[in-house]
């Protein structure tokens, strides 16, 4: 079970749904301690002052801020003062299109769950989440999260709310500013070569099915240590390997080289 | 002037070979804090110590490790971890493609942008082109710093976008989570005044109409407090559910009704008002349902 890290309310109009959230997503990377490699020992972190190296505990510790070479110092509770009447509720501002938003603005996947068994809690819950699904609209507000306030995509996926932080457009940087990609009007591709690419997409195209791929350097990583004795006995494999080649240039005939592929994953 | 890039490599499509580059396409302007002492705003610094004596450690002398379920260490060096993943391939290789519109962004996990070396151009515009008119994205691999990432290649504008994706294992799925029974269908009644209620706040999505208001909050509290002036810390309540369902959904269709003038609820028409301003009235009110709060579990 999923941490709740939020509870709260998400309402439209004058229906307040009680919800608590949970990351849709499991964190499975590989964690290590650090360790003090002369002894195996634990390495602990300590937060210390500075300016005169005293140790600082946690309670003792705010959040600093350069303003004109003045630092101000705030508590969590004051920056939280940014946005207050938001902290306990996201309020739906409007429903949009789902296919309309740019996917680059979603930022980290959460669920919404009801926020307890209570009969008025899960009908008003089941309400909202099944209009949602009929309608396959997007409720848009904002959410506030650790004393910062995000914009919140909301919308049913696998019979629950599914909530996606997301990154205001200005934080998203423009094709237009990077000369590195080639602009339409100066790189206008020849009809042929196009539909040539198009049929090689189609040879090589398939259902997505997310379940057939796995993160294969998770296990290279946990097999590696299964195998690895627990002695600091060094790894023969332990030799950083060079990249390899590749190619790196342009296939000089672009149409030879999608003819040849189309060819290749047709005959495959 | 182009940022500068992440990575160099190839993007490969069969036998196509597309000298590419990597670039970041997200640049956060959240406020950025630093840790720092309350009573006199000293800089706070991270010390390693050994958890045994509470003697600094070298960066140099600290290694990884890994506790096994059996419980006995095993210490790894960086190299060692390096080696044991795959081989760092300078090139993006895609293995198929798919609908674009197969793919639940839920699977997007962090999204980067493509430029073309020089001399790559050509073949790049193609590739956006043939992704754009086919509707499809392609699925591939790479390794990004030493991490091997499965990755979606698909157009944005003029632009080819690469998003490393998430794997399925890693969402959590309804199934995994203990769930209150939701068995009580709503009735025709609530899901008609439901569906009216969010086609009167129905909107075009236009990101860029949504701004940070969050960030000069934030400078404004820090301002204040730079100004010697005490930052009052509100108490937020939250509110109650409603008792009455439909009367609830009736009343804010109805409210939103009025909002517009007398314009049909159920119009898609862009709204004239800033979606960011709260509209008159649409606050709940706490009530005195609390009976039907059993609090959270």
């Not at chain 1, 939020?6 to 990351?23: C, E």
């Not at chain 1, 009908?123 to 999260?145: C, F, H, P, Q, S």
């Not at chain 2, 060096?77 to 839920?106: M, V, W």
């Not at chain 2, 493509?114 to 001399?119: P, W």
């Amino acid at each position: 079970m999923p941490n709740t890290i939020w509870t709260g309310t998400i309402s439209f109009g004058l229906v307040a749904v009680p919800v608590r959230m949970v990351s849709a997503t499991r964190d499975l990377d590989i964690h290590f301690h650090q360790v003090d490699g002369r002894t195996g020992e634990r390495v602990s972190t300590r937060r210390v002052s500075e300016l005169d190296g005293e140790e600082v505990r946690w309670e003792e510790i705010g959040r600093g801020y350069d303003l004109d070479g003045q630092v101000v110092v705030l508590t969590d509770e004051e920056l939280a003062a940014a946005a207050p009447e938001r902290t306990h509720m996201i309020e739906i501002e409007e429903f949009v299109d789902s296919s309309e938003i740019d996917p680059a603005q979603f930022d980290h996947p959460y669920l919404l769950l009801p926020g307890s068994d209570a009969e008025g809690v899960t009908r008003a819950y089941r309400l909202l989440r099944d209009a949602m699904a009929k309608t396959g609209r997007t409720a848009i507000g904002r959410v506030v999260l650790r004393s910062n306030e995000y914009l919140a995509a909301v919308h049913e996926r696998d019979q629950l709310l599914s909530l996606s932080t997301m990154l205001y457009a200005d934080e998203l940087r423009d094709a237009s500013e990077n000369d590195a990609v080639p602009p339409r009007e100066l790189w206008a591709p020849k009809p042929a070569e196009v539909s040539t690419a198009v049929e090689l997409i189609d040879a090589l195209a398939h259902d997505f099915d997310p379940s057939t791929y796995e993160d294969r350097d998770r296990t290279r990583l946990l097999e590696m240590i299964a195998s690895k004795r627990t002695s600091k006995r060094k790894s023969e494999s332990s030799a950083a390997r060079e990249p390899d080649e590749g190619g790196t240039q342009a296939a000089p005939d672009l149409m030879a080289a999608l003819r040849e592929s189309l060819a290749r994953a047709r005959g495959g | 002037m182009a940022p500068r890039s992440l990575w160099n490599g190839t993007l490969a499509v069969g036998e196509v070979i597309i000298p590419i580059k990597l670039f970041s396409v997200v640049q956060q302007h959240r406020v950025q804090f630093r840790e720092v002492r309350l009573s006199d705003g000293a800089r706070i610094r991270h010390q390693r110590v050994n958890s045994e004596s509470g003697e600094e450690v070298p960066s140099a002398e600290i290694r990884k490790a890994y506790e096994r379920e059996d419980g006995r260490q095993v210490v790894l060096s960086d190299d060692e971890i390096a080696a044991a993943y795959g081989p760092r391939t300078k090139a993006i290789q895609i293995e198929h493609f798919t609908d674009a519109a197969q793919i639940d962004p839920i699977f997007y996990e962090r999204p980067y942008m493509l430029g073309a070396q020089a001399g790559g151009e050509r073949a790049y515009a193609v590739m956006r082109d043939a992704l754009e008119r086919s509707g499809k994205v392609g699925i591939g691999r790479f390794v990004l710093r030493t991490r091997e990432q499965l990755v979606a290649v698909a157009p944005h504008g003029d632009a080819l976008r690469l998003y490393t994706m998430r794997f399925a294992d890693e969402l959590v799925r309804s199934a995994d989570l203990d769930l209150p029974a939701m068995d009580r269908e709503p009735t025709a009644k609530e899901m008609e005044m439901a569906e009216r209620l969010i086609d009167a706040l129905a909107a075009t999505w236009e990101p860029e109409r949504y701004e940070d208001r969050h960030r000069q909050a934030v400078m404004a509290v820090i301002e204040s407090k730079a100004a010697g002036r005490e930052v009052a810390v509100p108490e937020s309540k939250a509110p109650e559910p409603v008792p009455d369902l439909l009367a609830a959904l009736t009343q804010s269709v109805e409210q939103r009704r009025g909002h517009r003038g007398g314009a049909p609820a159920a119009t898609k028409a862009r709204r004239k008002t800033p979606a960011n301003k709260p509209t008159p009235g649409s606050k709940p009110k706490p009530t005195a349902a609390s009976k039907t709060r059993s609090g959270t579990s």
